[in-house]
């Protein structure tokens, strides 16, 4: 549940964009750092919105390993 206004408008913001095609389906967004930037909020402001949408299924998080020499 999103309880501030500026979660709010990040999820809207957010949302959007994956509707409209910005960020198309089997795209990555941009890392946390830089999004947090472009959206202008806190990451943990961002990392609570990407985890709505995750549980609302419009987006999936999957992390990446590297592997260590």
């Known amino acids: 549940m999103l309880t501030t206004s500026k979660r709010k408008a ?23 750092p830089e999004l947090a930037e472009k959206m202008g909020v806190s990451r943990l402001t961002l990392r609570f919105v990407l985890a709505q949408l995750e549980r609302e299924n419009h987006l999936v998080r999957i992390k990446e390993y590297s592997i260590r020499n």
């Open 10 to 32: 990040v999820y809207n913001k957010l949302k959007k964009a994956l509707e409209t095609g910005i960020y198309p389906p089997g795209s990555r967004l941009p890392n946390e």
